[in-house]
């Protein structure tokens, strides 16, 4: 019955065409209105033999037997084949519905508050030394390398990044109040540092996203997953065959706060535990990068424009202790690579670990290319409050180190930090410090009035009074007032290296030989650059020099320095990397995509390419496949 059906309909499509062969408009219209009965009816058909299988479908005989695998197999040799349906529809013509472009570019581009990672603003702050700051510039620079945009304005930020110091408890205190006040505002957190690394717990930290001190390198991952709504933590320790390693990876992108300036943590952690100290709690015990990476971070940093590395960690003095070598070893190849004119500045360094090298210190400290300059804390030069912060020296070892070194490099500064009113200082302590900074007269002395951390020894020491230990602070820091270091500087003629620009804007700031601050006027040709000068006034911690009309500009850099913000050390490594992650994200649209930071398009660059390469394969494949099923 239903083969007589399509005979009938094969015999009247014939008549149709031949009708519509004749010439004459009625003929064409009459063929047009047979060829829509036609089609209604096929439709008709077609819905017909659905209902059917349907009812089959509900009521099955009792003797099927046959378990259906699929829907296609219901289909029997009376039912229209798929040529037959394409039969009836291949005259059909679409309508072709326009499109709103606008409309469709506007729906595709992200609103302000898009969870799309990687093209929010982030504000980092960071707070403490020069190993947070390096932490600091480290993570910026892979923000910055994955498409985030840096911004110095904390109200336009989407989210805020901030990197945090344990050491005093002001220091903490600013770091709560910028949590406090970032939620305020609705900002998306992440925090880094050492106080949520030593007491991720505290009350005031709970659901917010952390990334730990030794997990800088993943500071991208806990960002894209806060931006998403999530609170993520990384508060592990990297290591490496069983032993715990210096951190995060020496090559990874970062942007300098000075493009002139490099700061290289050569280790990380210490081997002392000093009873007020809390930075052990978060950095943990001493781990030291290997030499040859500290070469190379040196040698990549001088081929990008800088002209000033410090070396830096919770103690410089304790590197190499755990791998093997020394400082005085690591010192001597980085001094081979650092272009004349450039300069290497030493961070600080405790006592017991410098008396074993003096000699060889004396030495490095001697260099032309390093600055006569040493950082050694003494804290008190009370031998019992010595003892009670555990710092394994008396101040006879502190003594014999500032002997030393002032004795063999001539004009040397030595710089040292005092706490005032530590558990259990006496009144005769107290003096006896006091003593020793009148005796030595320290150019540069970073005086600090004791704070209790919370979970160290000394917290639970019987403390000194408040009043008297802001009484002691006062009297020390007036008596370091007493002295002018730099009196007798006036009338030298000195060679300084110019690196920054000075807080009140006024003048350029440069350091001599001895690492002393030198002012000069704001000429933007001494910028990176060693000037020589001649000092006509002098302050409590600075020099003013005037340039020697005649003297040579020396241009210590062997290449122009990056730009300010610029991302330094994007490896091939790391792009890959990089790439492949990018890889995973999100469609954005071509639009969005526009408002994206350059590095982050060139990495884009490749995974376009992968992602076209596979559309196109793909349509071939279905152009294949409909031309077989034809």
Not at 389 to 414: H, N, Q, S, W
Not at 590 to 609: F, H, S
Request: proline residues 5%; contains cysteine; neutral net charge.
């Amino acid at each position: 019955m239903r083969e007589e059906a399509a005979r009938e309909r094969r015999q009247q499509g014939a008549m149709e065409d031949e009708r519509a062969a004749l010439p004459g408009a009625l003929k064409e219209e009459e063929a047009i209105k047979e060829k829509d009965e036609l089609l209604r009816e096929a439709q008709v058909e077609v819905a017909r033999e659905r209902q059917l299988r349907s009812i089959e479908l509900k009521m099955p005989s009792a003797s099927c037997n046959i378990l259906l695998d699929d829907i296609e197999d219901i289909v029997s040799q009376e039912d229209s084949k798929p040529q037959d349906r394409h039969f009836a529809r291949k005259h059909i013509v679409p309508k072709v519905r326009k499109r709103n472009t606008q409309k469709h570019l506007q729906e595709e581009r992200p609103p302000s508050d898009s969870t799309i990672p990687g093209i929010q603003k982030i504000w980092i702050r960071t707070w403490g030394c020069s190993h947070n700051n390096s932490d600091g510039e480290y993570m910026a620079g892979q923000l910055a390398a994955y498409g985030y945009k840096i911004t110095e304005n904390a109200s336009d930020a989407d989210l805020w990044l901030l990197n945090s110091c344990t050491v005093k408890n002001p220091a903490e205190d600013h770091f709560r109040n910028s949590i406090k006040k970032a939620q305020e505002e609705n900002k998306k957190i992440v925090l880094a540092g050492c106080v949520p690394q030593a007491q991720p717990r505290q009350d005031y930290l709970k659901g917010l996203s952390v990334v730990g001190v030794q997990q800088i390198d993943r500071v991208v991952e806990v960002v894209e997953e806060t931006i998403k709504g999530h609170s993520v933590r990384l508060l592990g320790q990297k290591k490496g065959n069983g032993k715990r390693l210096g951190g995060a990876r020496l090559d990874l992108p970062k942007i300098r706060k000075n493009p002139l300036i490099e700061i290289i943590s050569i280790n990380t952690g210490c081997l002392n535990s000093c009873t007020y100290c809390k930075t052990k709690h978060a950095r943990g015990g001493l781990a030291s990068y290997p030499v040859d990476e500290l070469v190379d971070r040196a040698k990549q940093s001088f081929q990008e424009g800088v002209c000033e590395i410090w070396l830096t960690s919770e103690d410089t003095g304790a590197y190499g202790r755990d791998i093997g070598t020394s400082l005085p070893t690591l010192l001597w190849q980085l001094v081979e690579v650092i272009p004349e004119g450039a300069m290497l500045r030493l961070g600080m360094t405790n006592p017991p670990y410098i008396l074993e090298h003096l000699e060889e210190m004396a030495k490095i400290l001697s260099h032309p290319r390093v600055y006569a300059f040493l950082h050694v804390p003494v804290q008190s030069a009370s031998d019992a409050v010595l003892a009670d912060m555990r710092r394994e020296y008396c101040v006879a070892d502190f003594r014999r180190v500032v002997d030393f070194l002032r004795e063999k490099v001539p004009g040397i500064t030595v710089a040292t930090d005092i706490i005032c009113g530590f558990p259990g200082e006496t009144d005769q302590d107290f003096q006896e410090t006091v003593k020793l900074v009148e005796e030595y007269k320290f150019p540069s002395l970073f005086i600090n009035q004791f704070y209790p951390r919370p979970g160290t020894p000394a917290a639970k020491m019987e403390q000194v009074p408040a009043k008297v230990k802001k009484q002691r602070t006062k009297d020390l820091s007036r008596v370091f007032h007493s002295y002018s270091p730099y009196a007798d500087k006036i009338g030298e003629r000195q060679q300084v290296l110019v690196t920054e620009e000075s807080f009140d804007s006024k003048f350029y700031v440069a350091h001599n030989r001895f690492y002393e601050q030198v002012l000069v006027p704001k000429n933007p040709t001494f910028m990176g650059k060693m000037v020589e000068v001649d000092i006509y006034e002098s302050g409590k911690h600075f020099m003013k020099g005037q340039p020697v009309s005649d003297a040579k500009v020396y241009t210590p850099s062997i290449s122009s320095p990056l730009a300010r913000g610029e991302v330094s050390g994007l490896t091939e490594e790391f792009r890959n990397r990089l790439g492949h992650r990018l890889h995973c994200l999100p469609h954005a649209s071509a639009a969005t995509r526009e408002d994206l930071a350059p590095n982050r398009r060139l990495l884009l660059k490749d995974c376009v390419l992968r992602v076209s390469a596979g559309l196109a394969l793909f349509a071939l494949l279905l152009a294949f496949l409909v031309k077989v099923y034809n």
